[in-house]
């Protein structure tokens, strides 16, 4: 068995084209998730039984099942129903990549609603409180309060969605899509050279982790700089008086 | 359940489901205490090699895992072998493949928790088993670990929910689970929306039935609930 680092560099090109569409696909899906989770979450703490059910049983089903059979379900299943086959849906469903963005954002929509769910009930109570106090009508608390405090609190544990996402966006190869996975399995069938082609293909996922890590770092010190504001004035004011050091 | 008669065969899938996902915890809780246990080590180098399983591990995707081992596995064997002088094909059972793909994986989160259970106890708990002259294995063994259970069982129950799922990726490289057997029985009936549904059905069972024992055991191991008096 030999090592062979040539291999790595003669089809990182084509490596890096495949990780362009995990990318995009991660993107789009994690766009679409974000917008359909919200109205979800909200729905999923309405006081009223009735509501909540469609939500949670959507939550479960998602949640509850792998994502291979939910993109197996979408691409191979939908071809079960001439009904389907007929309609104008089948522009879409017949292509294995809105196949795969479709399934990929209902499945990170029902992880993210059940995050941000938790985000908004551990929003104190004092703050609603005080924002029912200033005669704030619902909608406009659910706007101004509930939704970005909920944001600022969900932000660590979204991003640790993102990635997961990103890992499960590597089933995109196992409906034909050329993604960073797919990408190295059509390498691999022509070089048979499998240790190294996935090596690589593993150190470029574990490249955009990084990334993503970042960058939610940042954001999270922006949303959430109510908390990084008192170690700011605390810094001033040991600059004026060196006894408050400490 | 009939299913045109592939009820079954989805049936004799999801019981190599649960066969691969119940040998996969096995493993992957012996990786998950030994990438512990590196973690918290003394020794830099072991603290360095826990974290480079940690991070790799977690940062690629378990399906990259599954094919790596399966197709990565084999040529590193025949390698071995050519070492040795034995130069016929050697392929990978995709069961083994599976096992240890998804037990590496599980050992990588597996760490963690564990890792944040033994960090929870408190260091009295190590120091007086020091006073009574134990080993640091010992008190490890002994002491530490029967608590460690408690403590980490929640977090567990997760990763085995999510271990349960994972277990559908095997089906990429051939072994006949519950969700290639959905497909076999989609090809011949032309029927993938029954078949993946029904397949989907009973992976949510499994997940109540899993999410129900870790229920009775995080019950059974807190002594309040279990009804012991102190």
Redesign the interface.
Known sequence: ?SWDWSIIWQYLPRLLDGALLTLELVAISGLIGFALAVPLALLRVSSNPWVRALPFAYI??FR???????I??IY??????EAIKQSVLWNVLSQPYWCAIIAFSMNTAAYSAELIRGAIQAIPRGELEAAEALGMSRPLQVRRIVLPRAFGIVLPAYGNEL?LM??????A??ITLLDL?GM??TI?ARTYT??EI??A??MI??LI??CFIGGFRLLERRLNRYQHYRHHIAHEMTDIDPRLQD | MDLQGFGHLLLAGAWMTVKLALASLCVGLVFGLIGASAKLSRFGIARWLGMLYTTFVRGIPELLLVLTIYFGGSMLLMGIGGWFGYDQYIEVNAFVAGVAALSIAFGAYATEVFRAAIQELPKGQWESAYALGMTRGKTFFRIILPQVWRLALPGLGNLFQVLLKDTALVSVVGLDDLMRQAYVASGYTKEPFTFYMAAAFIYLGLTIIATTITMLLERASNPVTRGARA
Not at chain 1, 65 to 70: A, C, K, W
Not at chain 1, 166 to 171: C, D, M
């Open positions: 068995m479960f089903f509850g099942t792998p994502l291979l059979v939910q197996f379900l191979y299943g939908a071809s079960q129903f990635i990103l890992k499960g966006s590597s089933l190869s196992t996975t190295a399995r691999i499998p240790l996935f090596f293909a593993g996922y574990l982790s990084a």
